[in-house]
T-cell receptor
Framework: SAVISQKPSRDICQRGTSLTIQCQVD?????MFWYRQQPGQSLTLIAT?????????ESGFVIDKFPISRPNLTFSTLTVSNMSPEDSSIYLC????????????FGEGSWLTVV | KQEVTQIPAALSVPEGENLVLNCSFT??????LQWFRQDPGKGLTSLLL?????REQTSGRLNASLDKSSGRSTLYIAASQPGDSATYLC??????????FGKGTTLSVSS
């Protein structure tokens, strides 16, 4: 299994500011993802964090708003830029691991409230 | 575009009941299907993973089935307990990696 640590776990942010969320994994993983869960909604994939290259973004998400870094195989960051109340969500880091390399693990999530 | 639907959206049962949660997906070309549990204020916990070639998986009081041709999966919970109260999410993978989630079923088990 993979143990994922996310920071911060919760934060209250001012409108117009940016916040960076960190995701640390206890083992090297090839695939890392960032999801968003808006209030009352299911999880939506933001992007795949690629080690050593630019992240791959899903439709509706852009690098200027959600810049992602992945400097190595155990760490990634997601920045939520120029936040508005609509960005109030849970942001979750996810990795692929397990014995067969096909189990997906999630961090505890970062709960952001934008005021 | 793959879409995942879960019904019911919410379910309340007394302790001890057996129950079934339903999940359907529009594109049967999936790699695997996974059931998760999400507790309030917590992240996701993986419950069961079913590969596309499998029909079911069991873990304790939980049994998940998969009918890929009809685009359906069910999660069966036997002898429900108050500690089972949570939101249950169904998700499919089409590329063996990123998941597409349903909106979840919020279960409340009363003692």
């Amino acid at each position: 299994s993979a143990v994922i640590s996310q920071k911060p776990s919760r934060d209250i942010c001012q409108r117009g500011t940016s916040l960076t969320i960190q995701c640390q994994v206890d083992s090297q993983v090839t695939m890392m993802f960032w999801y968003r869960q808006q209030p009352g909604q299911s999880l939506t994939l933001i992007a795949t964090a690629n080690q050593g290259s630019e992240a791959t973004y899903e439709s509706g998400f852009v690098i200027d708003k959600f810049p992602i870094s992945r400097p190595n195989l155990t760490f990634s960051t997601l920045t939520v830029s120029n936040m508005s109340p609509e960005d109030s969500s849970i942001y979750l880091c996810s990795v692929v691991g397990g014995r067969g390399g096909n189990t997906i693990y999630f961090g505890e999530g970062s709960w952001l409230t934008v005021v | 575009k793959q879409e995942v639907t879960q019904i019911p959206a919410a379910l309340s049962v007394p302790e001890g009941e057996n129950l079934v949660l339903n999940c359907s997906f529009t594109d049967s070309a999936i790699y695997n299907l996974q059931w998760f549990r999400q507790d309030p204020g917590k992240g996701l916990t993986s419950l069961l993973l079913i590969q596309s070639s499998q029909r079911e998986q069991t873990s304790g009081r939980l049994n998940a089935s998969l009918d890929k041709s009809s685009g359906r999966s069910t999660l069966y919970i036997a002898a429900s307990q108050p500690g089972d109260s949570a939101t249950y999410l169904c998700a499919v993978s089409q590329a063996g990696t990123a998941l597409i989630f349903g909106k979840g079923t919020t279960l409340s088990v009363s003692s």
